[in-house]
């Protein structure tokens, strides 16, 4: 599966993706708000093996974030389908990425969510102390819905997108 952006692709994660998977989710600096990762790139095969399954049956996806000329620039994933809600996360990006990256990536996966999917609300939580990621959600439109002591939680309505969208345009 492929989405196709203004200045990145998003591509559905391959068994070749398990170095640069692991690579990323074995940098402390990227990943300190994120749940930790064991193991070795043959686990990580592994589990993108299982992972693949789940695609197949429309469960979950994991998408590498590419440049046009196919240089890998992140990571993001979209699961946990329930009440007309989609969570997106283990959302990593490179240092050196440009720094369109991530709002791109994020429009992408609220395109995908709402109009691929046919969700009307997205879910996810935010590790508490992660004030770039938690103000990027708020500028966007998303709001706390909950807390506990080490996450908040927001909600992000399809209709609040369709609105922020507009003035997201010119990076879609």
């Not at 440049?67 to 969570?87: A, H, I, M, P, Q």
Request: aromatic content about 16%; hydrophobic content about 35%.
């Amino acid at each position: 599966m492929l989405l196709i952006g203004k200045n990145i692709n998003m591509r559905t994660v391959a068994l070749g993706d398990a170095e640069f998977i692991y690579a990323m989710r074995q940098n402390q600096d990227k990943t300190k708000y994120l749940s930790k990762v064991t193991g070795t790139v043959e686990s990580q095969k592994e589990w993108i093996k299982n992972y693949k399954k789940r695609e197949k049956e429309g469960q979950e996806f994991y998408f590498v974030i590419e440049s046009k000329n196919e240089e890998k620039l992140g990571l993001v994933r979209v699961y946990d389908f329930k009440d007309g809600s989609f969570c997106w996360g283990s959302w990593l990006i490179k240092e050196d990425a440009p720094k369109t990256t991530a709002i791109e990536s994020a429009l992408q996966i609220y395109e995908f969510g709402f109009y691929n999917l046919g969700f009307q609300k997205s879910h996810f939580d935010v590790r508490k102390g992660n004030d770039k990621v938690i103000a990027f959600h708020k500028r966007f439109g998303a709001k706390i819905v909950d807390k506990d002591e080490l996450d908040y939680f927001f909600h992000f309505e399809k209709s609040v997108y369709e609105l922020i969208k507009e003035k997201y345009k010119r990076y879609l």
